[in-house]
């Protein structure tokens, strides 16, 4: 059963290798390109029995949506308690450190940066004019 | 060496809403019952500035809503009732799909919820403070 298997795989080989020679030969035949050759010993055969393994170039960086997710909770979150100010402060300052990140390193949710950006944003700029208010007018 | 299962998105909300449920019980008891009894002060933002900050009547309407007054927690704060929706909407339904192993599909979390509440924290900030400078409507 399995030299069965083996031996169709190997004529499967031959004919795709075959294959290729031709398309060689017609491509040198069109363009008139002699440095085509018909040495096929220096191209890299793929078996088609190998499993195609899909390359994702783009996991590592879903893998860091995370930092999008909290730069914009963490603005959501500042703009809410501007209310207690030093506190907020720095809630605004790690939903911008983390929302920068995510756009200085391209992960993903670049949208979901640029809120958290603007949020963060918005809730230090509250915070930080209530905090200088109050310490104006002696609150 | 066994590899870690890695965690899903959805997952990680789950065990996130878990433990903010943890925390908000014994802050409830604690703080809106023992302490202040159910009555709260003004925002000092609105009681020396004359304005509403984007948080004013957020404790209001979460005690509102704790106690099932969900209109009255509406027009204190919406983000409270928004997001106490979602919460309970996304908890029930992934402890369902937990407990029938995957035959009951729960609902997954979309990236909108957290872009709603935004809209939602934005226009009440604009409304409330139109209405109050414009037409002395208050609301707290």
Known sequence: ?139 | MKQLKKITLDQGMYITGIIVFIVLIPIHFLYFNALNNGQFDSCFVLKYFGIYCPGCGGSRAFYAFLHGRFIESFIYHPIVPYTGVIYILFMSTQTLQLLSKGRIKGIHFHYWFLYGAIVVIALNFLIKNILLLCFYITFI
């Open chain 1, 1 to 139: 059963m399995d030299q069965n298997q083996n031996e169709e795989q190997h004529t499967y080989t031959e004919k795709w290798m075959d294959n290729q020679k031709s398309t060689t030969d017609v491509i040198s035949h069109l363009f008139g390109d002699s440095s085509i050759s018909r040495d096929t010993s220096s191209v890299v055969m793929h078996n088609p029995y190998d499993p195609v393994i899909p390359v994702n170039d783009n996991s590592d960086r879903q893998k860091n949506i995370g930092f999008a997710i909290t730069g914009m909770v963490c603005g959501i979150f500042s703009m809410l308690a501007c209310i207690l100010m030093l506190f907020d402060i720095i809630v605004s300052i790690l939903g911008l450190i983390f929302s920068i990140i995510a756009i200085a390193k391209k992960y993903a949710g670049k949208g979901m940066a640029i809120a958290g950006i603007v949020c963060s944003c918005v809730g230090l700029v509250l915070s930080v004019g209530f905090f200088i208010l109050c310490i104006a007018f002696s609150i």
